[in-house]
C-alpha cells in the first residue's frame, strides 16, 4: 500500500481461508487473509478489497467472515464437492449488506485448464471491474493440480502463470498494481514447485531456465471438447446469476 513494492507473495504456513470467525478448521489455524485485509483497512483507510480464492477447496472461512458486509468482494473457485465436503455455494450470494459480495464458482472435478482461465475471463474480471477494488488478495492453493492428493482438477504450471498474469493486468489498471498472492493449498511436493515458480514468475515478470517436466504429460490429460463445452456452458449460467 505505500508503494514500496509492486506486488507480492506471500508464504504463510499454516494455510487459512477455512478458518472460521471462532474454530480452526482444514488445516487452517488463523484467517491470514482476515486479519491482512483489517490490518490494511485499519492503517489504510481502504475502503475495497477483493479477495480470489483459486484453492481447490472452498474459502468458506473467508466467505463467513465478509458474508454480510460489502467492503470485502469475495470470490472463490472451486472443485464442486471437494471440501468442505459437498458444499457447491453457486447460490451462495452474501446477505444483508453483503448481498452481491460473496460470487462461488463450483467447477465440475476434472475440468482442468481450459475452465479455470474461462472462469476468470467469464466471471472473476467482469465482477473485479465492477467492484473496482483498490488491494486485490488471492488465496493462491495449488491443488487444484492435476497430481494433488486431496483434490480432482487437471490444473498445471502454466494455469497459474496464466490466472496470475490476468489478475497481475488488470491490478496495474485498476488498482496500481495492488496485488497479493497468500500461499495456501497444495499437497504433491513433486508438483507445487513447478506451480509455484510458475506463479512467482509471473508476478516479477521474470522467466528462469527451470522447465516443468510434467507440463506437456498434463495437457495431454485435459479433457475433451465436450466436457469443455458443458464447463464453459455452467460458468454462462454462473455469470448471469450474478449479473455478469
Known sequence: MRGDVANAYVLTRPPGHHCLPDTAMGFCFLSN????IEAAKTSH?????????????????TQTIYYQRSDVLTISIHQDGCFPPGYNGSEDRGEGAGLGANINIPLLPGSGHDAYLYAMQRIV??????????????????????????????????TFRQMTSLLRDFAEQHCAGKLVLVHEGGYSEAYVPFCGLATIEALSG?????????????????????MQTLQRQLLAEMGALHKL
Open 33 to 36: 487473509i482476515a486479519i491482512a
Open 45 to 61: 483507510g481502504i475502503e475495497r478489497i477483493a479477495v480470489v480464492d483459486w484453492d481447490v477447496h472452498h474459502g468458506n472461512g
Open 125 to 158: 474480471l467482469p465482477a473485479l471491474a465492477r467492484y473496482q477494488p483498490q488491494l486485490i488478495i488471492v488465496a493462491c492453493g495449488f491443488d487444484a493440480n492435476a497430481v494433488d492428493p486431496l483434490a480432482r482438477m487437471q490444473a498445471h504450471s502454466d
Open 206 to 226: 521474470l522467466r528462469s531456465d527451470v522447465a516443468d517436466p510434467l507440463l506437456d504429460f498434463i495437457r495431454q490429460q485435459q479433457p475433451c471438447a465436450a
